[in-house]
């Protein structure tokens, strides 16, 4: 109600329903924290009480284990982040162009589109582990003069290409969401298609497609470790080799936790991301 000095104040109508949404708000705090907690107890419980369960801890959760093979898992792990780190942008340039490709409608650039729907969907087609097996060992097999024999290279060049297929789609996804109003609207200020595609649609087709473009990158991120399989001796190499050699396994779930530590992060931002875009575009906000 108003006061004196024209400063507004909630009613005790009001101040009472406040007081209600924060009880009921508090009251479910509590039973999801209550229950959260008493089911990941019984899980807790029924494991630790298995017949089995020493021996589990001994073979996967040693902590001698887990303090020995943690420096080698570490110093291993970090071409796993250098891998992401150099395929990241290449897949972006590479997948927006062929994005890009597939969506032109011009007939001197059939070829183009030809060539990109052909790229796409051999790419997808294609397992990544198979891909990068394929790539990791033939190329080097072919000893090709003034190309690269190097396994990592060729591992990391096969993620590229199969993730390349996979975010080139929700490039093309982006671009086509774009109204038809807003072409017309570049053609009426005298854009060509190349200013419209660059100033025009790529931008907002980009923003738009930021979330699902990072849940791409989180699964590369755990997908760096396939190139293990050509031999590279990336994180999981180091862990599978060091659980061959004690024939404990407890390596292979330190390094588990490094990516946990790893993809976790972005993960949440992504969620929050999201989030950010919802409530935007139901106020109405591009």
């Known amino acids: 109600m108003p006061t004196g000095s024209g400063a507004w104040h909630p009613s005790e109508r009001e101040?009472?329903?406040r007081a209600e949404r924060r009880?009921?708000?508090v009251r479910r705090t509590g039973t999801a924290g209550l229950s959260t907690v008493l089911v990941f107890a019984l899980l807790g419980l029924a494991l630790v009480l298995s017949p089995g369960w020493e021996r589990v801890q001994g073979t996967f959760f040693s902590w001698?284990?887990?303090r020995d093979s943690f420096p080698l898992v570490l110093e291993a792990f970090w071409l796993n982040v250098r891998i992401f780190l150099v395929a990241e942008p290449a897949i972006l340039v590479l997948a927006l162009l062929?994005?890009?490709m597939r969506g032109t409608r011009s007939a001197w650039l059939a070829p183009a589109r030809i060539v990109a729907v052909a790229f796409t969907d051999v790419m997808r087609g294609i397992p990544t582990?198979?891909?990068?097996v394929l790539l990791g060992f033939g190329v080097p097999a072919l000893e090709l003069q003034g190309v690269t024999n190097d396994r990592l290279v060729?591992?990391?060049v096969a993620l590229i290409l199969s993730y390349s297929a996979y975010v080139a789609e929700v490039f093309r996804a982006g671009i086509e969401s774009i109204h038809p109003s807003q072409l017309a609207s570049a053609r009426a200020l005298g854009l060509g298609p190349v200013r419209t595609l660059r100033h025009v649609v790529v931008p907002q087709a980009v923003r738009r497609v930021v979330p699902p473009l990072l849940n791409d990158f989180i699964s590369l991120q755990k997908d760096t470790a396939l190139v293990s399989l050509v031999g590279v001796y990336d994180g999981v190499f180091a862990a599978r080799d060091y659980a061959s050699y004690n024939f404990n396994y407890t390596s292979l779930v330190v390094v588990a936790l490094f990516f946990i530590v790893l993809t976790?992060?972005?993960a949440r931002f992504t969620d929050w991301l999201q989030r950010r875009v919802a409530e935007r575009?139901?106020?109405g906000v591009l």
Do not use: F, G, K, Q
């Open 98 to 100: 062929v994005a890009i």
């Open 281 to 283: 575009e139901r106020a």
């Open 64 to 66: 001698s284990a887990a």
């Open 264 to 266: 976790v992060p972005l």
């Open 129 to 132: 582990l198979l891909l990068v």
């Open 15 to 17: 101040l009472a329903r």
């Open 154 to 156: 060729w591992a990391t």
């Open 23 to 25: 009880r009921l708000r």
